[in-house]
Each structure stands twice: as structure tokens, then as C-alpha cells.
């Protein structure tokens, strides 16, 4: 068979928009041990073990808080017990930011209390600030309005974010709460809410970083929850003119530290480069960072794990469960600085949740486009669909690939990830075992040929 | 606000796998007629009419058949009494195959019946066949396979096909289907047995086309059902002799007559290259083709019908509803040998359900960004992501854009396409209203932004 008849096929097969992705592919044999240790994590329970204990004994960990410093020493003692080698902690300081109280409620004309939750990196309302709000639909109409409609106003913006499997609309919706903050202080206004950047309907605001240019005052910043945000959109529709009093008192305590967590399973070939898995240990302080991103530190440990089990790998394999990532990235950056993006043969990360892994991008070049097939080949079994030749990618990773480091990624199902992300409700029950075991098993077919061989 | 903060504040916004799609973007202001005219069409009524009309008063409509011509007199009818110009239809010939009875039951050792469709391009049992079975996992498995495996027996391949959003399951794992049969004829099988190209779990096989070879002789080829396609495989797993009993007696019936369906909105400017919108009017003989692809007539017409309603745009829109698609894209084939694609300034296609549209893709290339990026702002309020600026596409549009036609792609969810898709389950109380409706307003807006301005 052809490859020009399988592309006439997959053309004649009536595939309409999916023609992009109907590409003709030849899938290569799977390697025998390859299979086997993919099929066999399929039971894997570790990993639920893992994110069951880190979730329920240390809870929520805010980089650069004493919590995160029990995650980490606690993660030692973890990973120690499993037989990795070289366990240690890359300690760093990093500028620290706090939650203080925070409530809002309609003064007028309909009073009523509102959910709210402040953005990292928010500023005090020392005390509580009552101003007019104006409103905007979405971040770009803001944009577009003179900027003298909010001096010494509560500006407000809302957003049509949608749930997709790719996770696309935060890049799109998010940018209200990442710029907005900013934009809104240039402007001189008194604070900012925004319309939780989220996909559920529930009472449970959406925390994340936003950020101040330089020689930018931070105002207050916060984050309504969805329902709260539209109950606010139907006052302010009424057209009257509407009063919020607000409170958040966060507050910078100082530089702190934090650090990253490092494990390895050395490799045949001390020579050869390294093969990089990682996720971030820290949480947001509201919840215990179940899928964001307990579920990662315990999928690709469990990987490694059960590769170190099965006997060697070519490759040394190094853990990294990443500090203070939440808050800006900070491990990434200083692990950048420690290490060499050319001393690896692939990163990849784990930052999506606990949902199953529905596609492979990888962005290893042309010359590797036999392992990328097999890496493909390896995870076909498991409904992951080949995706991009050219993109990869992850937060805490990110320095490294701008380093050179080649990159891997396992895209999670994030259909219902932005209902829980950066909420209290990022919590265990959440997680679907069977889910859980298919992340496993990806991430072990993908060490076995990436690693590989295991002998 | 400059460019570069927006890239650093979408990374420092911690969207770990997304910054692919966390690009920086600045959207433009949204005309104001364009935003009207979008938000009119979130109160559509029209095209739920035009559906619930075509699929109750014509219901199948197999390419090539009369119930097909029905249809096409219908379309005339009805576009016209709609207002809309120069209503006509393009007849071509076209090679027909029609399907015939369709049984499957397990011989031994443990006698049942299954529920099995045939692929369209099948060849017949010529009665009743019976063979011994030999099953695969995946397509890829029976090509790696010995060849003489499968001389005289029916072969049987499944796949690990998942939902996804962008559909992209169809491609990587209908493989089987698409060029199974082939394969399966060359290597002498008597017969072959794909389990269905579908996400679902109903008894409701999936059927769709698939292609042999010239000099290949075609063998009978069939779909069973998700769930009977699993139950053979409980069956092969006890590792005993499976025989099947087979009666595939659909046939061939020479050249007919199909046609492509023609409407029109004059453009102000006569010289101005055309924007094209378009569907497929044929569906398979199964079902009223509501998902596939009445759903997809119904938003194009309804959205230019709109566009008509509001002036007069600049530029003539096109509506076409190609004949013909399942069977192998006659329509879109003929279309191209009669038309241009360098006389067209855009052409797109709604052939994915009726779900709601979430990405927009355009190939418009570099020098046509403002156009691209206004039509990304139009389409942002409706919760509508931007996608690629490389990529767009459509099985009846195909013929045009390799001659050169600018491509636009509205993505709608196929999360549940595939449960869907081929079935006799392709029915009307499928439909979202809501999400329908959804679509003439991405449409509508697309429309009043590539044709416009309207006046």
C-alpha cells in the first residue's frame, strides 16, 4: 500500500473538516517490552497512592509558604522511598505574596453580598474601598473605551469563555485577568474584578497570577466567581448606576524561599542525554491542588518508577516536581539557570489535570521522525491521536526549550479542567481512577522508547 | 499596552500546556452592523425550519438515487421561495452503488447474531458466506501481520477510536475502514468486518465508504456495531475457532444522475471575487441526515438569507449544496472542473453536525490579517477561539481550494459527531436549538465581515 493511495482514501473517506488530521500515517511496529509495560500500568496504583497522600497530608501549598517547604520535605522522604536516586532539593528565594480577607458586596441599588477571591499578585484595599463599577463584556471592549471611563471606578469584565478539550479558551478568555489588572491601574481605576476565568457554574472563584508592568501601582484585583459575575452583569444591564465595597487585603511578605524537588533513575550510558519529566509541586492556597497539579507529580513519578522496575533504561531519567509555579515560575527559571537545556533528549510535563491524554505533539525535528512514529506508535492503542510535528511545550519547562531542550507533549483532556482550576474544588474526588491509570501508561510507553531500551 | 507584555503576561499567567494557544493577540473593534447582525441570529428560527422540512418531507437522500433528485427539487424550491437569485442545478453522472440485505451471526462456537451494515463501494456475498474469522486490534496490527494470515477467512479490525472535539479520532483510527478493505482483498480475504467508525455504544452500526485499488477486485466489506464489535472480540479472546455467516448483497447500478444546488446574493460589485458557503445535500440511505449534513444546508442558507434580509453586500455569496459527498465527493469534484477557485474570495463549509462552532481556522495568508484578525473579533463574543492562520478546509471545497479558493473553517463540537455520524441514529431530535442557532450567528457574522460591508 501507498502512501499516496492511503491519502486518496483518507480524502474519498468523506473526512470534511478533519482533513488536517487525516493525514496518512505509517504506524511502526510496537517494541514487545514497550507494550508490556504500557498494558501492565494500566492497573497502576500508584499514582493514585501518591496524589491520595500528598493531597491529604500536606494540602494546599503556596509557594514560598511553609506549606509548600512540608510538600518538598515530604516529597524527599517519598521519592527516597521509592529507590529513586540522587533525591534533593534545589532550594531558591523568590518575592512572596499572601491572601488576606476578602469579601464584596452590591451597595447599591440591589445590595447583596458577592463571591469574590483575589488574583495573585493583587493589590490592598487597606481596609474597605467602595466605588461605582463599570462594565465590560470582554477584555478587548475595555481595551477599545476611553481609558477616562474608569478613573476612580471598579472596572468589571466579563468574557465568553468556553470548555474545550484543548484547553484554547483560557489563552483567549484569560487575557481579562492576566492584562486586565494592569491596563485598569494605568487607567487610574480604583480596582478590578473580573468574571472568574472558568468554564463551571459554581460559587467557587478562580485565583491565578496576574501581573504589573514596572512603575505600575497594583490596584485590588479580584476574581468574582461565575454566578456572582453574572448576577453582577444583570444589575449593572438594569442601568443604574452600581456600588461595590470591596476588600482584599493580600500582601508581599518578603523574599522566601521555595525549590525544586529532584529525582533520578540513572541511566546505561552516563554520556548519553538526559530524559526529563516533570510537573510542579506547589498549589494555590484555596484548595489541595489536585489537578493542579498533585495528579502530575504522581503520574510521571509513577512512570519513572515503574520504568526503574523493570531494569535500566539507556538514559538516565530525572524527576523534577517543580516549586512556585503557580505564583510565576520561578522553579522553572532557576532550574534554566542551574542546568542546560542541551544536556536533554526530551522534556515533557504534566500540568493538565488527572483526564485521560488524548493527543501526542512533539516538536523533535526532522532527523528524530523515526522515534517520533515509535513514540507515536506506542500510545496509538491507548485512543491518543498523533498531533503536531512542530509544538510541545509546558510552563515549568518553557526556559529549558528556549534553552534547545527538544519537548514532548501529552495533552490531558481539558474539557472540565477549567471548571476546577485554581478553585476550592480542586479536590480528590474529582479524579477518574481509570483516567489516572491511562496518563500512567502513556507516560511509561513514552519513557520506554524515549529511555529506552530497559534492560 | 505593548505586544511583548501580553506574551509575558500569558506566561507568567501560568497556562502550563497552552501557551501554544496563549499567543498574544490584539483583537480589533467589531463594526457595529456586523455585531448586530450577529446577534439577531441568536434568535434564528429559520434554519431549524429548513432541517426539520428537508429531513421530515425528504428523510434519506443516497447519492445518485431518487430520493437524492427529490431533494434537489425541493432545495429549488425552497431556496427560491427564500429570494434567493439565479436558484439552479448542476447535473453530473455518477457510478452508483446501493446497499442490499445486511445479516451477520456467529457460526460457532457460540451462535448468535450481530448487527452489521455495509461500507459503501462493498461487493456482495452473492448469498450467504461463511468463513472463519481472524481479528486485529487496530488497522496497523493487520498490516504488520503475515499476509497469508487472512487468505479465505473474514477479517475483523477494530481500533481504540475516542471522542475529541476537533474530531480528529476519525482520521487516526477510521484507517480501518478507509483502507482495511483493500488490504484485506489483496491479501485474498473472503470477506472483511470493521468495528464501527463511532464513539458510541449503541447497537446502530456506522457505514461510510471505503475505496479498493484499481485491479482490485472488491470483497464484501462491513461494519458491525461498537457493542457487537466488542462482543466478537470476548468471543476471540477464548481463543477457539470463530466461524461467521455473512449476506452483503448490496450492488452496483451504473451511472445516475446527482447535481449540486445553486443560490445566490448579488453582490454591489460584479467584479469582485465571490464568497462561497456550502454543505452537502446527500446524506447516507440510513437516516434523515440531520447531523450529516441537513444541519450544515440549513446554517449556510440561513445566514446568507440573513446577510440578503440586512442590503446588499459587496461582494455575491454563493450558496452551494454539493450532491453526492458520501459516496465520494462527485459534487465538489464537479463543481471544480466548472468553476474557478481563483474567483472566489473566500470559500468554507458547515459539514460537522450541528454543534456549536468553537475554533475558527483561515488560510487567508499574511497580506489578508486584517481581514483574518476582524473575523476572529466578530466570531470572540460568541465563545469562538481563534485557531490556525494556516489551515482551513471542507471534503467539498477541497477541489476549489487546491485551485487556489482562500479557505475559512468554523469548528463546530464534535464531541458526540461520532456518536452520531453514518448511523441510523442521525436524527433531528438530536439537535440543540440553542447551539444551532449558535452557528447562523458565527455564519451570519463571518458572512457580514468577508462579503460586507452590507448596505
Redesign the interface.
Known amino acids: 500500500?501507498t502512501k499516496s493511495?492511503?491519502a486518496?482514501?483518507?480524502?474519498?473517506?468523506?473526512?470534511?473538516?478533519?482533513?488536517?488530521?487525516?493525514?496518512p500515517?505509517m504506524?511502526p511496529?510496537v517494541d514487545d517490552k514497550v507494550a508490556e509495560l504500557r498494558d501492565a500500568a494500566l492497573d497502576d496504583e500508584m499514582a493514585w497512592d501518591i496524589l491520595e497522600t500528598l493531597t491529604t497530608e500536606i494540602g494546599p501549598r503556596l509557594g514560598g509558604t511553609p506549606a509548600e517547604a512540608r510538600a518538598r520535605a515530604w516529597s524527599v522522604e517519598r521519592l527516597t522511598a521509592m529507590g529513586f536516586s540522587n533525591v534533593r532539593v534545589e532550594e531558591f528565594q523568590m518575592d512572596t505574596w499572601v491572601r488576606g480577607e476578602e469579601r464584596a458586596s452590591i451597595v447599591a441599588p440591589f445590595p447583596q453580598d458577592l463571591v469574590v477571591t483575589a488574583l495573585g499578585n493583587s493589590g490592598s484595599t487597606n481596609g474597605e474601598l467602595t466605588a461605582e463599577v463599570v462594565g465590560y463584556?470582554?477584555f478587548?471592549d475595555f481595551?477599545?473605551a476611553p481609558a477616562e471611563d474608569v478613573a476612580g471606578k471598579i472596572v468589571y469584565i466579563s468574557h465568553?469563555?468556553?470548555a474545550?478539550?484543548?484547553?484554547?479558551?483560557?489563552?483567549?478568555?484569560?487575557?481579562g485577568?492576566?492584562?486586565g489588572p494592569?491596563?485598569a491601574a494605568?487607567r487610574g481605576a480604583a480596582a478590578i474584578l473580573v468574571k472568574s476565568i472558568g468554564t463551571d457554574h459554581n460559587r467557587t472563584p478562580h485565583t491565578?497570577?496576574?501581573?504589573f508592568?514596572d512603575g505600575v501601582t497594583p490596584i485590588p484585583a479580584g476574581a468574582l466567581s461565575v454566578p456572582d459575575g453574572e448576577q453582577l452583569e444583570r444589575v449593572l444591564e438594569r442601568g443604574r448606576p452600581v456600588t461595590i465595597s470591596l476588600t482584599l487585603t493580600s500582601r508581599r511578605i518578603g523574599m522566601q524561599t521555595s525549590g525544586n524537588v529532584i529525582a533520578e533513575v540513572p541511566g546505561r550510558d552516563p554520556d548519553a542525554k538526559k530524559v526529563l519529566v516533570a510537573c510542579h509541586l506547589d498549589s494555590w492556597d484555596n484548595s489541595p491542588g489536585v489537578f493542579d497539579?498533585g495528579a502530575g507529580c504522581a503520574i510521571v513519578a509513577s512512570a519513572a518508577k515503574r520504568i526503574m522496575d523493570a531494569g535500566t533504561p539507556a538514559r538516565t531519567i530525572q524527576v523534577v516536581w517543580f516549586g512556585a509555579?503557580?505564583v510565576?515560575?520561578h522553579g522553572g527559571a532557576d532550574f534554566a539557570e542551574r542546568h542546560n537545556g542541551t544536556d536533554y533528549h526530551l522534556v515533557a510535563?504534566s500540568?493538565?489535570g488527572a483526564d485521560?491524554i488524548?493527543?501526542i505533539d512533539t516538536n523533535l525535528g526532522e532527523d528524530r521522525k523515526a522515534e517520533t512514529d515509535a513514540l507515536r506508535?506506542a500510545l496509538?492503542?491507548?485512543?491518543?491521536?498523533?498531533?503536531s510535528y512542530e509544538?510541545a511545550?509546558?510552563?515549568?519547562i518553557?526556559p529549558l526549550m528556549r534553552e534547545g531542550a527538544p519537548g514532548i507533549?501529552l495533552?490531558?483532556d481539558g474539557?472540565r479542567y477549567f471548571d476546577l482550576h485554581h478553585t476550592s474544588n480542586d479536590t480528590l474526588d474529582k479524579v477518574d481512577p481509570a483516567q489516572l491509570k491511562q496518563n500512567v501508561a502513556a507516560w511509561t510507553a513514552m519513557l520506554a522508547v524515549a529511555a529506552g531500551p530497559v534492560e
Open positions: 500500500m493511495f492511503l486518496r482514501a483518507a480524502l474519498l473517506a468523506s473526512a470534511p473538516l478533519l482533513l488536517a488530521s487525516a493525514q500515517m504506524m511496529p463584556d470582554n478587548w481595551a477599545a465568553a469563555m468556553p474545550n478539550q484543548d484547553g484554547s479558551g483560557y489563552g483567549a478568555y484569560g487575557v485577568r492576566f492584562v494592569n491596563m494605568q491565578g497570577n496576574t501581573n508592568q497539579d509555579e503557580e510565576g515560575i510535563e500540568d493538565f485521560r488524548w493527543k506508535a496509538y492503542p491507548l485512543g491518543i491521536v498523533p498531533g509544538a511545550g509546558g510552563a515549568d518553557g507533549g495533552r490531558q474539557t
